[in-house]
């Protein structure tokens, strides 16, 4: 049987197709490739290359040696392939619980709790222990689905680079059904808890953060740019379902929260995806970082920037006490020194830097709100009290 070429480049002969189904289930374990030419999406295996030249391996060969050269290929190129993974699932709740863990990518599900949490908290209104519980339950289920089934979407590339390499379905610890499984009834669970106990409005929000995380910022990753300002609103949503979660709507205040969320990813993930350039562009994600670097630079500053001034607007919503603009100035001018220093010299160094703190930047910059309004509660019920003397 004649090998089939399935890729041409430079004139070098590729694997034929059997052998490329083969290779494409023990990087992935996915759906076939090659839509367009033989049914299959080609995704993936164009990666599959020693020192720049394709590997021919021969349709006459046994499956045996096919597979181990393709092991081969795929450890050469700096891909951790499981090629038993069809038997190594896990089974067991002690097995299952970490990789669900990973799945949801538990610490961005963390950071999308504070947010939410946050929300809820600095809404107008009596805090209510047992809605709190359901919203904090609500948003982290939704959160755990969205994140589930974005890595489902994502394995043939998550195949390709060293920083997700190792996630969950690529390695095959558990099967694609078995996460979709997981996702579906996150999601299906996160909708449901928030509506029968929160309201209508809280649900949409979670169902549409879901819809749009998976299904438009996920798929935009590959074709332009834009991907970075929807993945910025699936980032503002939280704290707006937080607040909806405890006032039934919607206001200005919930919007400039919101706006905090949206201008803070900009210079966190333009930072963090400066240092990964050559992993997006190994995958074929379009990044500002990759694509368009000197806007890369110029956006994280803007964003900055633009942090301070809806910190000092959080006061006139009658969010925060006065106080908080002044003290939220060291934190915010701190982030858009660094973010001056990455925008005049971009380099691996001034990413970082800019990076690390702007994973401490929204605890402290919520820290400060919480702790200014209580500060300055205490000393307005203290005022109070001394003119009734």
């Not at 190129?77 to 799945?103: C, E, F, K, V, W």
């Not at 803070?264 to 074929?284: E, I, M, T, V």
């Amino acid at each position: 049987m004649a090998s089939v070429r399935l890729f041409r480049c430079k004139g070098v002969a590729c694997l034929p197709i059997h052998d490329i189904l083969k290779s494409y289930r023990a990087v992935s374990q996915w759906t076939p490739l090659c839509r367009s030419k033989y049914g299959f999406t080609p995704v993936g295996l164009n990666q599959l290359k020693v020192n720049k030249q394709f590997l021919r391996i021969s349709s006459s060969g046994n499956d045996k040696n096919n597979a181990n050269a393709i092991h081969a290929v795929n450890r050469d190129n700096g891909l951790r392939i499981h090629s038993d993974a069809t038997t190594n699932h896990a089974t067991t709740t002690d097995q299952l619980l970490p990789i669900y863990m990973q799945i949801s990518k538990i610490r961005l599900t963390g950071l999308v709790l504070i947010t939410s949490i946050g929300g809820y908290l600095l809404a107008p209104g009596d805090t209510i222990i047992s809605s709190l519980l359901c919203t904090s339950l609500g948003v982290g289920l939704s959160a755990c689905s969205a994140n589930a089934i974005n890595q489902w979407l994502e394995v043939p590339y998550d195949s390709q680079m060293a920083r997700t390499r190792n996630r969950v379905l690529v390695k095959g610890l558990i099967t694609p059904i078995h996460a979709m499984t997981f996702a579906a009834f996150t999601g299906i669970s996160s909708v449901s808890l928030l509506y029968f106990t929160t309201n209508p409005l809280t649900a949409s929000l979670a169902a549409f953060n879901i819809f749009l995380y998976t299904c438009m910022y996920t798929p935009s990753k590959r074709l332009g740019i834009g991907n970075t300002w929807l993945g910025a609103v699936v980032g503002a949503l939280p704290p707006l379902m937080g607040w909806a979660a405890k006032t039934g709507g919607i206001d200005i205040g919930a919007l400039v929260l919101a706006g905090i969320l949206y201008s803070w990813q900009f210079p966190h993930f333009n930072a963090l995806s400066w240092n990964l350039k050559a992993d997006y562009s190994r995958a074929g994600y379009r990044m500002m970082a990759v694509t368009h670097p000197e806007l890369c630079r110029r956006v994280s500053l803007r964003h900055t920037a633009a942090l301070t001034l809806l910190s000092c607007l959080l006061p006139i919503c009658h969010i925060t006490p006065w106080w908080f603009a002044l003290y939220s100035l060291p934190t915010n001018a701190w982030f858009t020194w660094l973010a001056w220093r990455f925008y005049k010299d971009a380099n691996n160094q001034s990413a970082r830097k800019l990076f690390r703190f702007s994973l401490y930047y929204l605890p402290l910059i919520i820290g400060t709100m919480f702790i200014s309004k209580l500060i300055h509660k205490n000393r307005s019920i203290e005022q109070e009290e001394n003119d009734g003397d």
